[in-house]
């Protein structure tokens, strides 16, 4: 499945749920991720951002889809990071 994760954590959590993201997913923009994941990884990515985050204060959304193709992306300005390079 493709999935767009997005977060929103105290400060002095966010470099350890940058990094886990980054262990699943593509950066793309500050506390924004995408790319294709199994749902197996999804889960295991979200036991351990629950051991990350203090859900009475940090959020977590992830908006997912069968396949990158039923999504359009438009982007104004920078690009972060460019993944369609990416082999």
């Given amino acids: 499945m493709y999935v767009i994760l997005v ?5 002095k ?3 350890k749920m940058l990094k886990l993201c980054r ?3 593509n ?3 500050n506390s924004v ?3 294709e994941i199994t749902e197996t990884r999804l889960k ?4 351990e951002a629950r051991n990350i985050i203090d859900e ?7 908006f997912n889809s069968r396949e990158n193709k039923w ?9 972060k990071m460019d993944i369609g390079n990416i082999v």
């Fill in 71 to 79: 999504l359009d992306k438009t982007i104004v300005g920078v690009e």
């Fill in 44 to 47: 295991q990515l979200i036991i």
């Fill in 23 to 25: 262990r699943y997913l």
């Fill in 27 to 29: 950066w793309i923009q």
């Fill in 13 to 15: 959590r966010v470099s």
């Fill in 33 to 35: 991720f995408e790319g």
């Fill in 7 to 11: 977060y929103d954590v105290e400060e």
């Fill in 56 to 62: 009475s204060k940090d959020s977590i959304i992830i």
